[in-house]
């Protein structure tokens, strides 16, 4: 069946050179270790052509030769691999109750990965810049230390972040229409690398796609496990944000009439009967929610430890979660549904119960496609995908300037 | 803000020639009337390219010079409009009620546009393959006494449509694991043009971003008004069909757990509450499937003359609809939401209720950016962009042969 995405796209010719280096360098990201006469073969351009884009990207340190050469017919090849060795890309999350910070060279290869607590909820919006802003300088400073230069800065933020980067509400840090990549590029005294803003779960959907298990699935939603329910939604294999850059609120989609009140105001939302915060509301009333983490390790133990008024609690929100999903799954039909954030160390007890009833609500015969999996990406997923798009506006041809 | 979707897409140089016969042909689709230096000067290729292009095109008949020319510097520029004479689209959409046929030019314009009744509710699928190819063969051979040549026939099924066109599930047709596009196909005898099927709402979805008001709005939503209420998706500007094509099962959103029983064993499902099926329940007991339109017609006449039954119903059906399109904008965050089908006559005591509950409901502050609409392309939206797709099968490379 002929599908409308495969129409071809002529090339913006506004910069050709700048195209064709990005195309040379995407396929050795791909493909490495590649030839010259690869790049050549597969891009269509000349080899001319290509061995003049790879001397340059050489000479940029994007690329670099191997000793390593290849026998084909005629004379051996030297074979190329992303080099990237004087850069880095920096990712920052920011949430209720901690800060991560990761930072990956140009293969994606993680650098330094950084987690500390933060009580986002309880912090003004300044000593919210603040915190950041230290965080970042400190992996700016330790990249320069290893002799690399940051090519950018995203911070992902867990609310409705639009598509110019200004963040419009982020309830659980009290943040509304704040100019946070503004306030911290000034924080950080114009640093010389764009700093860029968006939201936590499209970021964390982005690293799903680019670095986790179901990498280039062209199909998949993130689901954010903290304080907020949220989805990152790929399809087609891009970030999918929608008009305003809103999409991904599947914390509101109605779940149990009959169930607690939620932050919106109506009864029994998915945030309010699944989410993490409603989960240890019940399981752990007195919890802080700037000390969600120690929280859910508790709740862990007394489930692994078999206490059966947690398992019932535990079983309970992953049916509903399974029900919430199901409308997600209904309405996109993708290969898996991720589940990130402290929905991972509670999987063991929520996701197999979540998958049945999800699929039972699956208009699809036998449930269509949809798997429900937890993230193997661990907590720093937003923060990676935040790195990632550093990488990709190297890749769409925005390359760092040639060293001095 | 660098959103990924912008990055360099190399051109498959498996055919060189195609591409660019298909990128001049889509330049001038867009920018007719247009010269070749026009063509030349936006898609980058060199200008003895294009008129070897373009000669090709006008010999195959999809292009034709105008009497117009265009003065600029230098020497008058001979125009260029697509010509498409001799070829037609044909597009069919079967449902519960009706099948509808459309006939359309290489330029869009309609040729023909036929609606007879069909009980598809009563029908064995061996009948409804006999009544729909019966249609298609008066629809080629009209085409044929205008001495147009049928490049394609699409069929547009309300129900779960697998990406390679076999009907997984048409429930209001009573179709399971149909192979709708084979058994046609044999049917027509081999017409010499593709068969191909596929989901209703993403076909009249693909019209509205082709041919509606809304033409080229990045995203948008169609829901069908049909017996059954499904959803087509339009993001970042093409139809978003999910892993296995069922993308857009809406009908299925709880909305009122109190609700009448639906279809799929639960309680309240959008389709439940403010499908056209569930209003005409609530408006007209006896109506019978296979007359919809004719039911419809009485509601409608009742509401304009006031009966206040009647309109507490719609009142109540449009509120019940706006909170189930609240979940669809939350989760995508489209900039129009376009009511379809039955709900285009019903719109006048449904919509504005709708949209209310709809803003009500979306997370984003004022709204979001998301409107209701009644579509403007009629009950033939599907059948207009099943034809649609046969045009888009042309400007992707796939030209007819050259006449002989």
Chains 1, 2 share one sequence.
Not at 68 to 74: A, F, I, Y
Not at 138 to 160: D, F, H, I, W, Y
Not at 353 to 360: C, G, I, K, T, V
Not at 366 to 384: I, K, N, Q, T, V
């Amino acid at each position: 069946m002929f599908t409308s995405h495969n129409e071809p796209q002529p090339a913006d010719f506004a910069d050709v050179r700048a195209t064709n280096l990005a195309v040379a360098l995407r396929f050795v990201r791909e493909n490495a270790p590649c030839s010259r006469a690869d790049i050549a073969a597969s891009t269509g351009l000349n080899k001319a052509t290509v061995s003049s884009l790879v001397a340059d990207l050489i000479e940029r340190r994007l690329l670099r030769e191997t000793g390593l050469t290849e026998h084909r017919v005629g004379r051996p090849a030297t074979m190329l691999v992303l080099d990237g060795s004087p850069f880095a890309a920096v990712g920052i999350e920011v949430n209720a109750d901690y800060i991560t910070a990761v930072a990956i060279d140009l293969k994606g290869e993680e650098l330094l990965n950084w987690r500390r607590s933060f009580p986002g909820g309880d912090s003004t919006t300044g000593q919210a810049v603040a915190a950041i802003a230290a965080v970042a300088r400190r992996a700016v400073s330790r990249m320069a230390k290893e002799a690399r230069q940051v090519l950018g800065l995203t911070v992902a933020v867990p609310g409705l972040v639009e598509v110019d980067g200004s963040v419009r509400q982020a309830a659980d840090l009290g943040w509304r229409d704040a100019d946070l990549g503004g306030d911290l590029t000034k924080a950080l005294r114009d640093p010389g690398f764009p700093v860029v803003v968006d939201n936590d779960a499209n970021l964390a959907a982005l690293a799903e796609h680019r670095f986790g298990p179901h990498r280039n699935t062209a199909n998949l939603v993130y689901v954010t496990g903290e304080a907020r329910v949220a989805a990152g939604i790929v399809l087609d294999g891009r970030v999918r944000r929608g008009a305003l850059g809103f999409s991904g609120e599947i914390g509101h989609i109605p779940v149990d009439p009959a169930g607690p009140l939620c932050r919106c105001g109506r009864r029994g939302c998915l945030e309010a009967v699944a989410g993490v915060g409603a989960i240890l509301r019940r399981t752990a009333p007195d919890a802080a929610s700037s000390e969600l983490e120690l929280e859910i390790d508790e709740v862990v133990r007394r489930a692994g430890a078999g206490d059966p008024e947690i398992l019932a609690l535990l079983d309970q929100a992953g049916r509903d979660l399974g029900r919430g999903l199901a409308v997600v799954a209904n309405l996109l039909d993708p290969e898996v549904i991720i589940l990130g954030g402290y929905y991972i160390p509670l999987a063991p007890w929520l996701i197999s119960r979540a998958e049945e009833e999800m699929r039972r609500g699956i208009v699809a015969p036998g449930g269509g496609a949809c798997r429900l999996e937890a993230s193997a990406l661990g907590y720093g997923a937003a923060a990676l995908g935040a790195a990632a798009t550093v990488l990709d506006r190297v890749d769409s041809g925005r390359l760092p300037a040639q060293p001095s």
